[in-house]
């Protein structure tokens, strides 16, 4: 029997974690004659202000056993929460076993997330997964159609105001509920699940379930015709989601994917050894360096391809200071992402209003183990993190030329850009910058002509005849199938070569490097981005 009229609450169950608000909600449903019902120290908490509240013991029979674990999982809460009114045969059920309608369910859970996230032992962790809450949520939500269930303090003042104004809640609002019920309960039962295949180390585990909590809905995606929202995992990992936004307008669905690429690239350079600055557009670096301060990082990062750098992101790896920040606002920038910033920096990128300044507390941990996810059609690709680097792999020399001191120097930035640039991707770095880089070509061949050509442009903007490339270090993604795309590289400018190797052609490769004059060496690690 489905009831599509308003439902009246004359009892309610109230058993929350997350007391914020309850005292005052409680008085508020007794002043509206609803007889409250509940637990622990929710009771505790309505009976220290003066309202009548009924023990769930009272209810039940049963006292609390088990350190809490066993208190409300009883016919006569799920009787009541579940009985279908207007039913003979629940009702009859309900009148021989004496057990009472409750008609809104108000829990919140145990914090399994919290707890996980303050690094608690497995025991405690354990202890935190509830059991009775989801359960009672689950059997509210389920009977919508007759009972109300809040599982978000956000939800006591709708609730109350329907019953004071309609003297009982609207259906559309009863159904709203169950769906962000059973959208936590979900949540909840995946990050248990999430912790206990990490945990055991589970990579085949059954079912994977992904979940988060909605941060906010944007204008749109990635076009105008698109909806879209950004939802946080709760992942302990400084970046977009954990940063605070000290000023600028609300980031867009782009800006995000752009910020977490260029705060994740900038994250690889130990901040106590180098400043490093990375500039992203559309997810690709379109520069990268080092240097010994922030600024000095930015117009090395910035000459790679001032052109593409025009409404992109930047990323830095240490606290933003003034100087860097009179020098960024010069070109138009969507995001400036840092672990910290000065006064005199924010002040300075105040003066730009719809530029975006997030903070993220501190560096992401390149080695940290993780999870990354994507849909495809029907589906979900599951991987751990590429958090392995250049500096995990052993270098084999394998041409007669070895590299020198400040090519090796070289290489390894060159390496770690390569692997933040989407497939096929060659980077070429010169004196701890990135000259070019070439993304996301079918071939890779054509990668390495995009980046010797925009290394062009860089040069002629700078004033300077031939190419940024002449003289540089490149890696390569992936290993070259033929010694085209090496030739290619040499034709460039470059003088040394870092990639992976395992190409059927590698002694061809090989060959072409030592017939040139360059020094090559193999890392054994691949680094695809797609």
């Given at each position: 029997m489905t009831d599509s009229s308003t439902a009246p609450v004359s009892r309610a169950l109230l058993s929350v974690f997350d007391k914020t608000g309850m005292a005052d909600f409680a008085k508020a449903l007794a002043q509206l004659g609803v007889e409250l019902v509940s637990t622990g120290g929710t009771h505790k908490l309505i009976a220290e202000t003066g309202v009548a509240v009924r023990d769930v013991a009272d209810l039940t029979g049963f006292p609390e056993m088990m350190d809490g674990r066993v208190k409300t999982l009883h016919p006569k809460v799920h009787g009541g929460i579940l009985g279908i009114r207007g039913n003979a045969t629940h009702e009859q059920a309900m009148s021989d076993h004496a057990i009472g309608p409750i008609d809104l369910v108000v829990v919140n859970l145990y914090p399994f997330e919290a707890t996980v996230a303050r690094g608690a032992g497995y025991d405690e962790i354990i202890e935190n997964i509830d059991i009775g809450g989801p359960a009672m949520i689950r059997s509210a939500a389920k009977n919508h159609a007759h009972v109300t269930v809040i599982v978000d303090p956000d939800d006591y003042a709708p609730v109350l105001e329907a019953l004071r104004q309609e003297g009982g809640v609207p259906l559309a609002l009863r159904r709203k509920l169950a769906a962000k019920a059973y959208a936590r309960t979900a949540a909840y039962d995946a990050a248990i699940s999430s912790w206990f295949a990490r945990e055991l180390d589970y990579k085949d585990i059954p079912w994977r379930s992904v979940s988060g909590q909605l941060r906010e809905m944007m204008r749109y995606g990635e076009n105008p015709h698109q909806w879209a929202a950004f939802y946080a995992t709760g992942e302990d990992r400084p970046g977009v989601a954990t940063a605070r936004q000290v000023q600028g307008k609300t980031l867009s669905f782009n800006n995000i994917n752009d910020t977490d690429a260029a705060f994740e690239l900038v994250s690889e350079f130990d901040p106590a050894k180098t400043a490093?600055?990375?500039?992203?557009?559309?997810?690709?670096?379109?520069?990268?360096?080092?240097?010994?301060?922030?600024?000095?990082?930015?117009?090395?990062?910035?000459?790679?391809?001032?052109?593409?750098?025009?409404?992109?992101?930047?990323?830095?790896?240490?606290?933003?200071?003034?100087?860097?920040?009179?020098?960024?606002?010069?070109?138009?920038?969507?995001v400036i992402v840092a672990p910290d910033a000065s006064d005199e920096a924010i002040e300075i990128i105040r003066m730009k209003k719809n530029l975006r300044l997030l903070l993220t507390g501190g560096i992401a941990d390149p080695r940290a183990d993780g999870v990354v996810v994507r849909s495809v059609a029907g589906g979900l690709l599951v991987q751990s993190r590429d958090n392995r680097n250049v500096e995990d792999a052993e270098w084999k020399v394998v041409t007669k030329k070895a590299p020198t001191e400040a090519e090796a120097a070289d290489m390894k930035l060159a390496m770690v850009v390569a692997k933040h640039v989407k497939s096929n991707a060659i980077v070429y770095v010169r004196d701890g910058a990135t000259v070019g880089i070439g993304a996301g070509q079918m071939s890779r061949v054509d990668s390495t002509r995009v980046a010797h050509r925009k290394s062009e442009d860089a040069a002629a903007a700078a004033g300077l005849d031939g190419a940024l490339t002449k003289g540089s270090v490149v890696a390569s993604d992936a290993f070259f199938p033929f010694p085209d795309g090496l030739e290619a590289c040499i034709a460039a400018g470059a003088t040394a070569v870092i990639q992976p190797g395992g190409s059927v052609n590698d002694d061809k490769v090989i060959a072409a490097a030592d017939a040139a004059g360059v020094a090559m060496v193999l890392t054994g690690m691949r680094h695809f981005r797609h």
């Open positions: 490093a600055v990375a500039i992203i557009k559309h997810a690709n670096p379109c520069g990268v360096a080092t240097g010994g301060d922030v600024v000095e990082a930015y117009r090395k990062a910035l000459r790679t391809d001032p052109v593409s750098a025009f409404g992109g992101i930047v990323a830095v790896n240490r606290p933003l200071d003034r100087a860097a920040a009179e020098e960024i606002v010069k070109v138009f920038t969507e």
